[in-house]
């Protein structure tokens, strides 16, 4: 079945670095992705929609300067945490729809803890 | 405002019992409904999905789904849960392209 790699599972960085998280869709294309962050036992919130060679949707509330996203081909988004806090700790997960079976599938995530 | 509802937020069962999620959604018109399962470490996997056709859904391990539209819900359902179940479960509803996920329930089975 469609496979999606997220990378890395988990990232230390200090704060007011950036950290780039990819996801890769190995073996389809993914003309459209989504990020969503997790909080500890909460649920999933969509972050943005990543289009192939077009600007990223963002969700009202997100900021897109803090949340860069490109999405430069088909198999690869990537979510470049901008000059992170910690308040930008997290679980970040990525997501592309399988256009055959209208679903969606989900990267491993991403545990970004910035201190 | 739309949503996805899931009110169970916490249930432990002992292995064998019978399990029902709770889910609601506040979306009109055509709904595209989905259950995930989220194992501890693990990523999210597909549990089942309606779209259209029977409303009774039947997905992987033993879980089915009743989407009762003048209900607005999508409850997931497995008669005998074992210990393996233990897990968080989400559902969401697809609108536009997007998934709209609940708040999760997490569930617990002793052996």
């Known amino acids: 079945g469609a496979v999606v790699s997220q990378h890395p599972s988990r990232v230390i960085c200090k704060s007011g670095t950036s950290v780039k998280i990819e996801c890769r869709s190995l073996?389809?294309?993914?003309?459209?992705m989504f990020w969503y962050r997790q909080f500890p036992k909460k649920s999933l919130m969509l972050m943005a929609t990543?289009?192939?060679?077009?600007?990223?949707?963002?969700e009202q509330g997100v900021e897109k300067d803090k949340f860069l996203i490109n999405h430069a081909s088909l198999t690869l988004s990537t979510l470049t945490v901008t000059s992170a806090h910690p308040e930008d700790s997290s679980f970040y997960i990525c997501?592309?729809?399988?256009?055959?079976?209208?679903?969606?599938?989900f990267g491993s995530g991403t545990r970004l803890t910035v201190v | 405002a739309q949503s996805v509802s899931q009110h169970n937020h916490h249930v432990i069962l002992s292995e064998a019992a019978s399990l029902e999620l709770g889910c609601n959604y506040s979306y009109g018109g055509t709904v595209n409904l989905f259950w995930y399962v989220q194992y501890p470490g693990q990523h999210l996997q597909l549990l089942l999905k309606?779209?259209?056709?029977?409303?009774l859904v039947k997905g992987i391990k033993g879980f089915e789904a009743e989407f009762i539209k003048s209900k607005f819900s999508f409850n997931l359902r497995k008669p005998s849960v074992q210990w393996s179940d233990t897990a968080e479960y989400f559902c969401a509803v697809k609108r536009t392209d997007k998934l709209i996920f609940g708040t999760g329930t997490r569930l617990q089975v002793f052996p």
């Open positions: 073996d389809f294309q993914a003309t459209t």
């Open positions: 990543s289009n192939e060679g077009s600007k990223a949707t963002y």
């Open positions: 997501s592309a729809r399988t256009v055959e079976d209208y679903g969606y599938t």
């Open positions: 309606y779209f259209s056709g029977d409303p």
